[in-house]
Every structure is written in C-alpha cells, then in structure tokens.
Nanobody, 124 residues
Framework: QVQLVESGGGLVQAGGSLRLSCAASGRTFIGYAMYWFRQAPGKEREFVAA????????LYEDSVKGRFTISRDNAKNMVNRQMNSLKPEDTAVYFC?????????????????WGKGTLVTVSS
C-alpha cells in the first residue's frame, strides 16, 4: 500500500520558518516526481512546488519563489520543503503528492498518490 506521510506543520509567526517533510513508502518511486500542493480555507488546492526524481530539477509557484526550497532524498524516499519568510497568506493545509514522469506545474487531478496533509498556520 502506497503511503505519503507529511510532517512538520504547525503555528509560526509571520517572517518565521518551517520545514515540512514527506515520507513515501509502499513502492519504488524511481521515475516519480514529488509535489507539494496547498489548500487554504475556502480555496481550491493549488500547486506549490515539484522536484524530479533523478535530475533534481525543481519548479516553484511564483508566490513562493525565493522563500520555499524543495529537495528530495531518493535513498530515503523522502522529500523536504524549507519554508522561509512565511506570510499569513501561506496559511493552508500542505499536501505531498507524487506522479510518474517529469515534474511539471500540474493540477491536482493529475497526481497518482496523495498524502493526508499537514496544517501550516502563519499568524500576523
């Protein structure tokens, strides 16, 4: 059974930092790009960042460029995301996802696997 389990969410003040992790298990993820999405209250789930399996090529949504960094450890089947300079508008449930193929800024229905999400709350 494939599982993606997020951790590291919590409450932080504006300007602060958090590090999220996603542990993947249940199959080999060779060739699978790893993604982060987020869903704010009352809004649709949106793409945040993605990283390729092999090349390490990363993609970021414009609003997080320069503040968020995504990385992966293929040996451990983990993907991490460092979030700096957090803003109240970053408040959301953050989801880890995975899809076979190269990383692209895709919409949620295109993902093969999902985690259950972790809540990040940024206070002003």
């Amino acid at each position: 059974q494939v599982q993606l389990v997020e951790s590291g969410g919590g409450l932080v003040q504006a300007g602060g930092s958090l590090r999220l992790s996603c542990a993947a298990s249940g199959r080999t993820f060779i060739g699978y790009a790893m993604y982060w999405f987020r869903q704010a209250p009352g809004k649709e789930r949106e793409f945040v960042a993605a990283v390729n399996w092999g090349s390490g090529i990363v993609l970021y949504e414009d609003s997080v460029k320069g503040r968020f960094t995504i990385s992966r450890d293929n040996a451990k089947n983990m993907v991490n995301r460092q979030m700096n300079s957090l803003k109240p508008e970053d408040t959301a449930v953050y989801f880890c996802a995975s899809r076979l193929g190269a990383a692209r800024p895709l919409s949620p229905p295109n993902m093969d696997y999902w985690g259950k999400g972790t809540l990040v709350t940024v206070s002003s």
